[in-house]
């Protein structure tokens, strides 16, 4: 038992004794009984075993009523039971209620201590205030994390710790919640111990009766710097992507200009080459040798080529300039156009043209049967020796329609399946098999400006097949 124990049950027991020798050299009628009640209301204090409060008043009442037989006369003794009785009944009572508040006093000092345990293993500083916004608590994490004492948090210091340019921005949001009684919700720095000031998210809560009065706010303060730091580098990263798609799609625009006008002012020079040329034969093809003769082939296949060459570039740089507005396409009657314009190549490779049944899409009509026409003349181009059979189909999918184009053409090594759609990229010889090169860097970028992605499966000797989707919701790109 602790000293305080100790002195509280003594005093206890001397008061008994006082009181009691007190009682009986008084005559009965006299009410010096009732301060056997004083020993209750000391042992009944939360540090005293519950215990203490019954044998006190075990003690009061045998007391009482012995002192009836051994005080002076008085009143007569079945008045004095009468008055004694009524006083333990009222005892006994007071009794009850003592230890209903010494246990109510006990728990609430638990609940206490439960609430100050939790909020010290938090890693988030937790605080409280009174109604009008007094700090009055502060658990260990706040004590640690600014370095300060509790008297130095307490009221309204805690301003102190905030950075000077959020402090107005926090206290005029503190005060409107302090008025509604809303939720506080508010992001500023707060001083470390060390100098530092980290982005807090700062939130409280309003405790209310049963009036709707605010009785007490709850808050924590939760370190977000590092995820404030994160954002702040993606916003970064977000306006220099910008500023680089900015750039980029400018870039774009200024080179498809330059495409667009240096393959068109190239044009005039190929021609002029190529007409001269022929002239040249035609006047002086008496005077020229057998060398001179295979000179003027050799530029005359290159002024072809060179012309073949700016068609295509004029071609691809006119993709995004001469779009048309996005409308509804029978991809069936698309594809039925492009095999009419590919009429004499079907008939000349005897050509076996099937397909499904293909749906109806979003996009430019032009371009979609110009992917079609494409895509066959590729695989018409690059046959084997067997005749050329090509099928076309459509899967529909959850957001998108998947389109496949199959052939049985001599196919090719998987490792170039990327390098075909790079413009003027070529993986055989010109002798061998004619173009440029720039057909499928077309089909590819008629795909992307419809919002979808081709890429081909193949195999040496095994035949193509050529993939790509258009998405089902689908809207016109942004020009470059």
Known sequence: MNPGKKSSLLISILIFIAVFLTDIHTPLGWTVWVFYVVPLFIVAQPSMPGLYIYAATVVNMILTYVAIFLAPPGITVANALFNRTSYIIITWIVAYFQLQRRNAYIEISQSRERF?????????????????????????????????????????????????????????AWGRCLQQGSVFESTYRLRRWDGEYRWHLNIGLAYKDYKGRVTRWFGSSTDIHERKMAEERIKSNEEKLVRILGDLKRSNRDLEQFAYIASHDLQEPVRMVYSFT?????DYKEVLDEKAGKYIEFILEGAVRMRMLINDLLEYARLTEAGRPFTAIDCEEALENAIKNL??????????????????????????????????????????????????????????????????GIGMDPAYSRKIFIIFQRLHER???????????ICKRIVERHNGRIWVESKPYEGSTFYFTIPKKTSEPEPY
């Not at 909020?119 to 988030?124: E, F, H, I, N, T």
Request: with cysteine; charged share 25%; glycine share 6%.
């Open 116 to 172: 100050r345990q939790m909020a010290d293993s938090l890693p988030q500083m937790v605080w409280s205030t009174d109604p009008d916004g007094n700090t009055d608590y502060i658990n260990q994490r706040f004590k640690e994390y600014t370095g300060l004492p509790e008297e130095e948090c307490f009221g309204r210091k805690w301003a102190s710790i905030v950075h000077p340019a959020d402090r107005q921005t926090a206290a005029e």
């Open 278 to 282: 022929q002239l040249l034969v035609r």
């Open 343 to 408: 009429r004499l190549s079907v008939e000349e490779s005897s050509a076996v043209i099937t397909h499904d049944t293909l749906p109806v899409i979003t996009g430019d009509e032009v371009q979609i049967m110009q992917l079609f026409q494409n895509l066959i003349s590729n695989a018409i181009k690059f046959r084997s020796e067997t005749t050329p059979e090509i099928h076309i189909c459509a899967e529909n999918r959850k957001d998108d329609w998947l389109f496949s184009v199959k052939g049985n």
């Open 431 to 441: 002798e061998k098999f004619s173009g440029n090169g720039i057909g499928l860097s």
